[in-house]
């Protein structure tokens, strides 16, 4: 039943490297007309609201447009396999204030509204990454 799946998450040092992936099953890629959608990766640390961190879309040129919150600029790189079948979240350069359980979630476009989590229904179960120093 589910529609989105993470993986890839592990303790690791502050200044290590993890790398999150998102598989899509059938159901929510045939759910867009035109074969395309945004998809956004979301923390939440205890106690904290869940934060939209990454989003990317992919036209039918193949083109990505990306989105990140400045506080991962620079060190993490969102992207996707060509068939649009799994997201991928490359997370470099690690801090102690990454820890949390990551999400990725889906709707139809990003725009304005891509790191605002009341506007997604469709989200994995979480993979948990902690970073410790």
């Known amino acids: 039943q589910l529609q989105l799946v993470e993986s890839g998450g592990d303790s690791v040092p502050a200044g290590g490297s993890l790398r999150l992936s998102c598989a899509a099953s059938?159901?929510?890629?045939?759910?867009?007309?035109?074969?395309?959608?945004?998809l956004a990766w979301f923390r939440q640390a205890p106690g904290e609201e869940r934060e939209g961190i990454a989003a990317?879309?992919?036209?039918?040129?193949?083109?990505?447009?990306?989105w990140y919150t400045n506080s991962v600029r620079g060190r993490f790189t969102i992207s996707q396999d060509n068939n649009k079948n799994t997201a991928f979240l490359q997370m470099d350069n690690l801090k102690p204030e990454d820890t949390g359980m990551y999400f990725c979630?889906?709707?139809?476009?990003?725009?304005?509204?891509?790191?605002?989590?009341?506007?997604?229904?469709?989200w994995g179960q979480g993979t948990q990454v902690a970073v410790f120093s």
């Open positions: 990317i879309y992919t036209g039918a040129s193949g083109t990505s447009n990306v």
């Open positions: 979630a889906s709707k139809s476009l990003c725009g304005l509204t891509w790191a605002d989590y009341t506007r997604y229904k469709t």
């Open positions: 059938a159901d929510i890629r045939h759910t867009y007309t035109s074969g395309t959608h945004c």
